[in-house]
T-cell receptor
Framework: KQEVTQIPAALSVPEGENLVLNCSFT??????LQWFRQDPGKGLTSLLL?????REQTSGRLNASLDKSSGRSTLYIAASQPGDSATYLC???????????FGPGTRLSVLP | GAVVSQHPSWVICKSGTSVKIECRSL??????MFWYRQFPKQSLMLMAT?????????EQGVEKDKFLINHASLTLSTLTVTSAHPEDSSFYIC????????????FGPGTRLLVL
């Protein structure tokens, strides 16, 4: 059974710092991996989607990498801003990308 | 873009009543819709998968008689929490796959349920 973990569980940084969020999964037979952002009491916002054949994806200040063989992904946030404060979830899928398994999330606080 | 809506966004009900939550794909047809539940400070957990016109597939530990799912059309799935109890209070999120893009899943904004 696929299990997804995320480290750290919580992170507090001053504005402007570059930071890395980590995601690990136990079964490397994934279809894709996706990073989401969730604001308190809100739904999910998709940030980056990496197909299993890809190594990384970039969007603005965000860069996500994927090492499928080792079961790891990292989300790199450059020049963090207070507006980046949220919970970041990673999720992997199998079977044509339908069934998501979510990690527990990393709660990020960026202090002004 | 592909938009998934949920209604209501907030619901408060008394213990013992039933609550229906709708999930709609507004501008695309969805082959499959998924229902997730998220308890405070926990991650999302898949409850069930529903395909249009067929019975939903429930994850282990989810009571199918308590959480009734109806996927009546390619744009609408409903989740009914029957005889709700305070422990059912949670954040419920649905997602949908586009008909032609099976690997792309779009998430609704979520429905927060509070059972008193």
């Amino acid at each position: 059974k696929q299990e997804v973990t995320q480290i750290p569980a919580a992170l507090s940084v001053p504005e402007g710092e570059n930071l890395v969020l980590n995601c690990s999964f136990t079964d490397s037979a994934i279809y894709n991996l996706q990073w989401f952002r969730q604001d308190p009491g809100k739904g999910l916002t998709s940030l980056l989607l990496i197909q299993s054949s890809q190594r990384e994806q970039t969007s603005g200040r965000l860069n996500a990498s994927l090492d499928k063989s080792s079961g790891r992904s990292t989300l790199y946030i450059a020049a963090s801003q207070p507006g980046d404060s949220a919970t970041y979830l990673c999720a992997v899928t199998d079977n044509y990308g339908q069934n998501f398994v979510f990690g527990p999330g990393t709660r990020l606080s960026v202090l002004p | 873009g592909a938009v998934v809506s949920q209604h209501p966004s907030w619901v408060i009900c008394k213990s013992g009543t039933s609550v229906k939550i709708e999930c709609r794909s507004l501008d695309f047809q969805a082959t499959t819709m998924f229902w997730y539940r998220q308890f405070p400070k926990q991650s999302l957990m898949l409850m069930a998968t529903s395909n249009e016109g067929s019975k939903a597939t429930y994850e282990q530990g989810v009571e199918k008689d308590k959480f009734l799912i109806n996927h009546a059309s390619l744009t609408l799935s409903t989740l009914t929490v029957t005889s709700a109890h305070p422990e059912d209070s949670s954040f419920y999120i649905c997602s949908a796959n586009r008909l032609a893009w099976r690997e792309t899943q779009y998430f609704g904004p979520g429905t927060r349920l509070l059972v008193l």
